[in-house]
């Protein structure tokens, strides 16, 4: 059995330094899903860079609230909320708050 979660000293910063990120399943690990996957943080206000990519991506919110910018659209998010993200479209999260905003982003491999 493994048991994983978010610790900031694996993290790192990434998104031109926007949020801190590290990765839910290494290379390695018994699995070897058909997707890829980090944990995302923001520890107070702040926000992802807006970006897109050709792989589809779901974010799960852990811990937080804050707001998701998809494709022109956003919604207020928290603990609990899924956000479907469409390949091609421009994306990003932000955390409005002085608390921590966590989230996991899982995308899938391309020809899959």
């Known amino acids: 059995m493994v048991i994983r979660k978010y610790n ?3 993290a790192s910063p990434a998104h031109a330094g926007t949020i801190r990120a ?3 399943i290494p290379k390695g ?3 070897e899903p058909p997707f890829d996957s980090a944990w995302g ?3 107070g206000p702040g926000r992802l860079e807006t ?3 050709t792989a589809a991506e779901i974010y799960i919110i852990f811990k937080g609230s804050g707001r998701v910018h998809v494709d022109g659209e956003f919604a207020e998010v928290g603990c609990g909320d899924i956000v479907e993200i469409p390949s091609g479209a421009p994306h990003d999260i932000e ?3 002085d608390g921590e905003l966590l989230w996991l982003a899982f995308w899938w491999k ?3």
């Open 29 to 31: 690990s018994v699995i």
């Open 51 to 53: 970006h897109s990519h």
């Open 22 to 24: 590290h990765t839910v």
């Open 95 to 97: 955390n409005l708050t």
């Open 41 to 43: 943080y923001l520890g």
């Open 110 to 112: 391309e020809n899959v």
């Open 8 to 10: 900031d000293s694996e």
